[in-house]
């Protein structure tokens, strides 16, 4: 229902770009938010940031201004680019629906993961 | 920015046992916690919302409790398939949120 797709390897000082694909229901409905999430070898959940279907973007301060999301809802789908990327930015990235339940808001629905390593 | 700290990072216990993780945020939360459950090759699982409402089909050994800054996640008798990393998620500041480090549940 989500699927991530994108390079598996990505050189040092290039840029990291992921496209999620919503295949069920519409990216464009006011209950949710969009989100990337990525998970280092050996480590935990790290939250990059989430986008509203108007464009509204958040962002983990940690990342510095080189995460950038957008997102395309003609084609039902958003997007992740990570510039200057390091070793460090070797990991499984998922993306997963934010979705609000009254006051409370919680990721339901993730993708599967897409591994992507950072070497020359 | 608000740190969420989970302890310990791991425990080692038997199918059968009953297993307590702690929470606890930077600052007072509410009961704006999430615990998710994650496998090696698969995607992190809901399991509670709202510090303690059981997300639909998660079973009901699971259980959350607390609020404002100190939380918990209860196994109350550890299955086979609950051998797991479990991660607690603030979202008192959606839409930006926060996970804390996971804590690693392994077979005795």
């Known amino acids: 229902q989500l699927q991530e797709s994108g390079p598996g390897l990505v050189k040092p000082s290039e840029t990291l770009s992921l496209t999620c694909t919503v295949s069920?229901?519409?990216?464009?409905?006011?209950?949710?938010?969009w989100g990337w999430i990525r998970q280092p070898p050996g480590e935990g959940l790290e939250w990059i940031g989430n986008i509203f279907y108007d464009g509204t973007t958040y962002y983990n301060p940690s990342l510095k201004s080189r995460a950038t999301i957008s997102v395309d809802t003609s084609k039902n789908r958003f997007s992740l680019s990570l510039n200057s990327a390091t070793a460090a930015d070797t990991a499984v990235y998922h993306c997963?629906?934010?979705?609000?339940?009254?006051?409370?808001?919680?990721?339901?629905?993730w993708g599967r993961g897409t591994r992507v390593t950072v070497s020359s | 920015d608000i740190q969420m700290t989970q302890s310990p990072s791991s425990l080692s216990a038997s199918v059968g046992d009953r297993v307590t993780i702690t929470c606890r945020a930077s600052?007072?939360?509410?009961?704006?916690l999430n615990w998710y459950q994650k496998k090696p090759g698969t995607a992190p699982k809901l399991l509670i919302y709202?510090?303690?409402t059981l997300q639909s089909g998660v079973p009901s050994g699971f259980s959350g409790s607390g609020s404002g800054t100190d939380f918990t996640l209860t196994i109350s008798s550890l299955r086979p398939e609950d051998f797991a990393t479990y991660y607690c998620?603030?979202?008192?500041?959606?839409?930006?949120?926060?996970f804390g480090g996971g804590t690693k549940v392994e077979i005795k």
């Open positions: 997963a629906r934010y979705a609000t339940y009254g006051a409370y808001y919680y990721f339901d629905l």
């Open positions: 709202a510090a303690s």
């Open positions: 998620q603030q979202s008192y500041t959606t839409p930006s949120l926060s």
């Open positions: 069920s229901g519409s990216i464009s409905s006011s209950s949710y938010y």
């Open positions: 600052q007072n939360i509410r009961n704006y």
